[in-house]
């Protein structure tokens, strides 16, 4: 079934709210969320500022010991006017060097979906060629209620999601979250039209936007940290500081993949992953630091069970 919300009211916190909806497994849905800032398709601000987000989404039968896994199907901007603040944040560069950052303004992008390109407008400095990007989609905090009932903050990520800000969490791919409450209670927004590895700035091109994706329930499929697929091929997903824990937990998490999934056996795990891993960087800005660890399509196993790669493996 497919779904059309529009949604009344947003949070700040990814917790135990009540659900603005029920759903089956596999059903679809289109909804709208607000920027970072709390601003929607016309402008006017209708949520507090701070990530606010849209749901939760609850899915019929999930259980905490299940997985919900979310088909992002499409993230269309709805306005054409974007924002940046100007600076690289200062601990994202040497301490003697953050004194000559330059004032931390907002700097206005245009959006230009035909096109589909990104134009920096201004102000744009004298020496500052014109910077023309290619649109490119995002979700930047999204994921699923916290265990022991927590409400916490959009403006970091744990085991549950949250805000990652990881550029691979776009249209075409697939991430599976850990359950922790009955019904899941999915949540989304932070929308960035484009952004770089890392959200430098603490932002990416900031936008509202509709957004359609999938609800999918794995019974009874364990997993800790968030678990990526798409056409690239598999991701790890850790959300922690400083970045070494980031990469420790996403790393142990593949290792505890590829035997789950794959049939490897733990030792196959290691030798397999050691010379084909790559790392991505999601956020270095917020609270918590994510680090990704990616297995490329070309480097997957071709044997075990398989039950998440099945679930995606139509889609891509």
Not at 110 to 139: F, G, K, N, T, Y
Not at 288 to 315: D, K
Request: proline share 9%.
């Amino acid at each position: 079934m497919h779904h059309e919300v529009r949604p009344s009211g947003y949070h700040n916190t990814l917790g135990p709210h009540d659900p603005i909806l029920w759903v089956h497994s596999g059903d679809r849905i289109t909804t709208d969320t607000v920027d970072a800032r709390g601003f929607d398709h016309l402008r006017d601000q209708v949520a507090i500022r701070g990530n606010p987000m849209t749901g939760p989404f609850a899915v019929q039968e999930a259980e905490p010991g299940d997985a919900l896994a979310v088909r992002i199907l499409e993230i269309t901007p709805s306005r054409t006017y974007g924002f940046t603040t100007a600076s690289t944040a200062p601990h994202c560069v040497e301490p003697a060097f953050a004194a000559s950052l330059p004032p931390n303004d907002l700097v206005e992008w245009r959006i230009d979906l035909a096109a589909r390109q990104v134009h920096l407008v201004a102000p744009r400095p004298a020496s500052c060629p014109e910077l023309v990007l290619p649109l490119d989609p995002m979700l930047g905090c999204f994921g699923v209620a916290p265990a022991r009932n927590q409400a916490i903050s959009t403006a970091t990520s744990g085991p549950y999601g949250g805000n990652m800000d990881y550029r691979a969490c776009r249209a075409g791919a697939a991430i599976a979250f850990p359950v922790s409450t009955p019904g899941g209670l999915f949540y989304l927004g932070d929308v960035h039209a484009v952004q770089g590895d890392g959200e430098i700035s603490g932002n990416g091109v900031e936008v509202s936007a509709r957004v359609t994706f999938e609800l999918h329930l794995l019974k009874q499929y364990e997993l800790q940290w968030p678990r990526l697929i798409d056409s690239v091929g598999i991701a790890t997903i850790g959300n922690a500081r400083p970045l070494d824990q980031a990469t420790q937990i996403c790393t142990t998490e593949m290792l505890r993949w590829l035997p789950q999934e794959f049939g490897l056996e733990p030792a196959a795990a290691h030798l397999w992953l050691q010379q084909t891993v790559r790392y991505e960087v999601g956020n270095i800005f917020d609270p918590a630091y994510t680090m990704a660890c990616r297995l490329p399509r070309e480097f997957l196993p071709t044997s075990g069970p398989q039950p998440l790669l099945n679930l995606v493996r139509p889609w891509l």
